[in-house]
């Protein structure tokens, strides 16, 4: 996904907020917390059996839902819940959508995080497309995003 195709009227504050950097990051007894936008962002991570998208989130409350199986790899765990915080931060603060530019800017942060935790990117977005082919009943091969 390249900015061009995030509508006009939100490419100017996309371009900024993936320039920003966080800081003071935590995540510990199924709580994320770090500071985006001199802001705490915090969020409780519930693991559930089945989550269609594999994580998301919803507007009002202060959670995070992953499908249990990205627990089975930390690393991951901690990727899509710092994600989910970010994308759900940037819906209801910005009005940015879940589906492109929150999603967006979401993913250029967490490329960032995954630099630090040293999470190969192409082998954990193969991963999470693994589990949303698995929930979904999606056949086919796998492909690097």
Do not use: C
């Not at 199924?30 to 915090?42: C, K, P, Q």
């Not at 990727?79 to 993913?107: C, D, I, N």
């Not at 935790?117 to 082998?123: I, S």
């Amino acid at each position: 996904m390249t900015i061009r195709i995030i509508p006009a009227r939100h490419r100017r504050l996309v371009s900024r907020l993936v320039k920003l950097n966080f800081t003071n990051f935590q995540f510990k007894k199924g709580v994320i917390s770090f500071d985006f936008d001199d802001r705490t962002l915090t969020n409780r991570v519930n693991l559930l059996p089945r989550v269609k998208l594999v994580a998301d989130w919803r507007r009002g409350t202060k959670t995070v839902r992953l499908d249990k199986h990205l627990a089975q790899r930390r690393k991951y765990e901690i990727l899509a819940s710092f994600h989910e915080t970010l994308e759900k931060y940037l819906g209801e603060r910005y009005g940015l959508s879940k589906a492109l530019e929150g999603h967006y800017v979401a993913t250029m942060i967490e490329r960032k995080l995954a630099k630090k935790l040293k999470v190969g990117w192409d082998d954990y977005g193969m991963y999470v497309e693994f589990l949303f082919r698995k929930i979904n009943r999606i056949g086919g091969p796998l492909k690097k995003v």
